[in-house]
């Protein structure tokens, strides 16, 4: 196990006062994008093909991936998505996900999905313009872990909290648990006056801790807001923007059978209407695509775009290959996962398999490549760093933050090119279900 060099309630700088802004961190806002479902080999996993640096997929002298996991008798080899359409047949339960690392060896993908070939699909630029465009053009993480070896609610409650404080599923249940014993990033926020905002575009993502939206329901906004403040200069210090989720989602269908949590959803005035945009499977990945591509844009043409750093990322692999075997992690807190008996073992002190994450600043390194290790708590490593916030947990307060990503030297890219969006037909456009 690894020993935590740092605990949690300690600042990055303890001889400064809370709120002490750190000037060397060339940003005063900070916008947090994380949609769902897909492993950094299926997502980008042609980037070497044209950036060699991009620890992706390996081809061969033909331009054939030749990664592959074992099915039965045989071998099913990685191969090209040729549109935008998801099959169901992937998982990234706490078994399956065990199941799928194997000890380090990343080769029960197909086997833990009962011999179905999808998790072994990975797309092209010809299907996804947007995101490999946006990898291209600012940086791209080669080493950013999922926090959990497991699904959505315990990812994203890292992102949040810093721990998932038991929490191993994603249904109903979890949404009942109570609030992480040392809060959330959004408490530390309020109580030293940093000033923030979750932008929703039907649910907010923040209701995986229903006690956010309880405790901070004048902190969140509808995303047109969002595109206001992105016009008028007046993004609070810290955004998190997140897409719809869509009423036959796991999240949206759950939330409206909750008596507790329908009051809030009714006060927020939540409504199902979009298509699902979070890229989580089977939706088209096309309606991910052209949101996240009109959420870049808006902070790309801001005013405030010279001040601003923008972490776009996803919360777990979806049951998707990839080939690194995660690495040992600092577990946040002496709270360990609430197993059943006959499930895998565990003590959050694994990662789970590798996200992408793309860092867009304009001291972004162009077309550039970190190697650091970071998981979802990098984002409140980050967030504490720029403004001397104490940690949550013993996970967050030992994580990296993203100046990994930066050269803070020079802003090469405050002029960055335009970043393409998916075309409405061809391999880009809609494809398979919407919401």
Excluded at 56 to 63: E, I, K, N
Excluded at 83 to 102: C, E, G
Excluded at 277 to 299: F, N, R
Aim: aromatic share 8%.
């Amino acid at each position: 196990m690894i020993a935590a060099t740092r605990q949690a309630g300690s600042r990055p700088f303890p001889s400064q006062p809370v709120h002490t802004v750190n000037a060397a961190m060339p940003f005063d806002h900070l916008v947090v994008v994380m949609l769902e479902n897909h492993s950094l080999d299926n997502l980008l996993g042609a980037m070497p093909v044209t950036h060699p640096d991009v620890d992706g997929l390996t081809f061969d002298g033909a331009g054939e991936a030749t990664n592959s996991n074992p099915n039965g008798g045989g071998e099913v080899t990685s191969f090209p998505v040729g549109d935008t359409s998801q099959a169901k047949n992937v998982t990234q339960s706490w078994d399956a996900t065990h199941q799928q690392i194997n000890n380090g060896q990343m080769n029960g993908f197909v086997s833990s999905e009962k011999g179905a070939i999808e998790a072994m699909g990975y797309y092209t630029p010809e299907v996804l313009p947007f995101a490999y465009a946006l990898a291209s053009t600012f940086t791209l993480a080669n080493r950013w872990f999922s926090s959990v070896p497991g699904p959505t609610y315990p990812n994203r409650r890292f992102l949040l909290a810093g721990t998932a404080y038991g929490g191993t599923v994603t249904d109903l249940s979890a949404l009942l648990d109570s609030a992480p014993p040392n809060g959330t990033i959004f408490d530390v926020m309020s109580d030293n006056d940093v000033n923030w905002c979750d932008y929703f575009s039907d649910v907010p993502a923040t209701f995986v801790i229903p006690s956010i939206v309880e405790k901070h329901f004048d902190h969140h906004a509808p995303i047109s807001k969002f595109f206001d403040d992105c016009r008028q200069g007046t993004l609070p210090a810290v955004s998190f923007v997140d897409p719809p989720v869509g009423v036959l989602s796991s999240l949206g269908s759950a939330l409206e059978s909750l008596p507790v949590i329908a009051p809030l959803l009714s006060q927020l005035g939540v409504t199902f209407g979009e298509p699902a945009a979070t890229e989580e499977d089977p939706q088209s990945m096309y309606y991910g695509e052209k949101w996240a591509h009109g959420v870049v844009s808006a902070v790309l043409q801001s005013p405030v775009w010279p001040r601003t750093l923008l972490i776009y990322t996803y919360d777990e692999h979806g049951g998707y290959y990839d080939h690194v075997p995660p690495p040992p992690a600092i577990p946040p807190d002496e709270i360990p996962p609430t197993l059943p008996a006959g499930h895998p073992p565990g003590a959050y002190d694994m990662y789970g398999p590798r996200v992408p994450a793309i860092v867009v600043s304009p001291y972004s390194k162009p077309g550039g490549v970190t190697n650091a290790l970071h998981d979802h708590t990098s984002v409140l490593a980050t967030i504490e760093a720029k403004w001397n916030l104490p940690a949550l947990t013993d996970r967050d307060a030992n994580a990296a933050h993203v100046m990994d990503f930066l050269d803070a030297s020079a802003a090469s890219l405050l002029h960055p090119p335009a970043i393409p969006g998916p075309s409405d037909t061809g391999p880009t456009g809609p494809s398979g279900q919407a919401n």
